[in-house]
């Protein structure tokens, strides 16, 4: 039951990760033409995980879910760029 949680908790984590972080690009850093930068999205990814890597030590949380959510939130941010790319979002 508790690795079930732990699994939801991961998956929610990382939808939870790439939604934010993509909106955020395309309402927020529209304008910003640092954001293009191919490196941008790991730079992104990796400040996410550090940041919420304190969070595993919670019961349900490990360290697999600040690596999923920095994995995810790198992705949304490309996703975003991506998108801003192609003129719309």
Known sequence: MFAFLAGAITV???IFGFTVAR???LRRLRY???VRN???PWIVGLIAAVVTA???LLPLIGTGTAV???I???LGTAS???ALRRGGS
């Open 54 to 56: 304190p969070l595993a």
């Open 23 to 25: 909106d955020f690009t």
């Open 68 to 70: 999923v959510f920095g």
């Open 38 to 40: 191919p490196v941008w």
């Open 32 to 34: 910003v033409d640092g």
């Open 72 to 74: 995810f939130t790198g």
């Open 12 to 14: 929610a984590a990382g």
């Open 80 to 82: 975003g760029v991506k």
